[in-house]
């Protein structure tokens, strides 16, 4: 294998050398519980640092320090938002189960936890999308009903990085009286992000999809008091996430969110270069070859492509190989044999969805990685077209 071109970057990011760096003293040195901060002076120095992480990711996405909830990743947040939101309602309606709004493409995360909800008595519209990839938000104002107390919307697409009309479809909900929540999992730290301006009441996000560690993340909770705890404990977190902090993956979240907004605006234009290229290199030496998805209204990083006459497995494998590194799908769902519920979301058949790859950039991804892809990956597919 002469080289490796990681071109998954949708799946997880490498740790940062600064963001491992920042966070190596908390797993030895500075390792007490910041809960002992009123006592120890230990204590305390992992206390602030906490509460300087919790500083840095506000900042990221234009929050205030109090609205960040610390948690192990965006599964967590997005099962948080929906449970916890509509616990809350029902037990202001006095356990009358209630609506929510949540789209047919969203990360399984949110469809999960949105079955799971169903199983309790609660009522989910799915909503629909088009061929482009992005939410209409008359859609949405549509499926509202007059007990909705919800709605979810994904901030940017997991698979085809489609990124969703957030801020109108929060108008739509909040002059229904809902609350909104977006996952922004896929586009925190890669396109400006305010919750102020996007009018969000909650937001998810994961330290890995953008160079930090992996099994730490946030929930922006605008008001504390709509939301009922997924864990009881100890009190943690203003009492709404009970379990004892893991300082050194919040250190790492803090330190990647610092980095992160940093490094956007010039990491937007680069990544997005960068995409475009490989894609007209691509088209320019495969026949047959589309992007799920609409190309503009989408996050710099993602390329999602159907390259018809093939299987994506095979070309995966080979590319793999060649020292070339994507996926298929969500590398949450690869256990599956079905095609990508997103890919058959926007109509595409199950050959079309069997035959598309996802390609996903990152802060390491340089112009050698994108010409060596661009030259190998054209090869692989007239060899495996022939093999049909």
């Given at each position: ?181 977006t996952d922004a999992v896929q586009t925190a730290a890669h ?27 946030i929930l922006y909770v605008r008001d504390h008091q709509s ?162």
């Amino acid at each position: 294998m002469e080289r490796i071109v990681y071109l998954d970057n949708a799946a997880t990011t490498p740790v940062d050398p600064a963001v491992m760096e920042e966070m190596r003293p908390y797993f030895t040195e500075r390792f007490a519980n910041p809960m002992t901060y009123t006592h120890s002076s230990s204590g305390d120095v992992a206390h602030t640092a906490l509460e300087e992480a919790r500083i840095r990711v506000a900042s990221l996405i234009g929050a205030k320090p109090d609205q960040i909830v610390f948690t192990s990743g965006g599964t967590e947040s997005d099962n948080w938002a929906l449970k916890g939101v509509t616990e809350k309602a029902s037990r202001e309606r006095l356990h009358r189960a209630g609506h929510m709004v949540t789209v047919e493409f969203e990360h399984h995360a949110i469809l999960h936890s949105a079955v799971a909800l169903q199983r309790q008595g609660y009522e989910v519209s799915f909503v629909k999308v088009g061929h482009s990839g992005i939410v209409d938000p008359d859609d949405v104002r549509r499926a509202m009903k007059p007990n909705t107390v919800l709605v979810s919307v994904m901030h940017g697409n997991n698979e085809i990085g489609t990124i969703q009309p957030v801020t109108e479809i929060a108008r739509i909900a909040h002059e229904q009286g809902a609350l909104m929540h977006t996952d922004a999992v896929q586009t925190a730290a890669h396109i400006p992000i305010d919750v102020e301006t996007m009018g969000v009441d909650l937001l998810s996000l994961s330290a890995h999809k953008f160079n930090g560690p992996k099994g730490v993340g946030i929930l922006y909770v605008r008001d504390h008091q709509s939301l009922y705890p997924l864990l009881d404990g100890g009190g943690q977190e203003w009492g709404l996430r009970g379990s004892t902090h893991n300082v050194p993956g919040i250190v790492g979240l803090g330190k990647a969110a610092q980095l992160g907004k940093q490094r956007l605006p010039g990491e937007l234009t680069r990544l997005a270069g960068l995409r475009n290229a490989l894609y007209e290199k691509l088209a320019s030496r495969i026949d047959r070859i589309s992007v799920n998805g609409d190309m503009k209204q989408r996050v710099p990083q993602n390329l999602n492509i159907r390259i018809d006459g093939i299987d994506n497995e095979p070309l995966l494998l080979a590319m793999n190989e060649a020292g070339i590194i994507a996926a298929g799908g969500s590398a949450c769902n690869t256990q599956e044999t079905v095609a990508s519920h997103v890919l058959t979301s926007i109509g595409c058949d199950l050959k079309e969805a069997k035959s598309s790859i996802r390609l996903s950039l990152g802060y390491g991804t340089t112009d050698k990685d994108i010409e060596y892809a661009a030259d190998v990956i054209p090869g692989l597919v007239r060899f495996l077209r022939s093999m049909r």
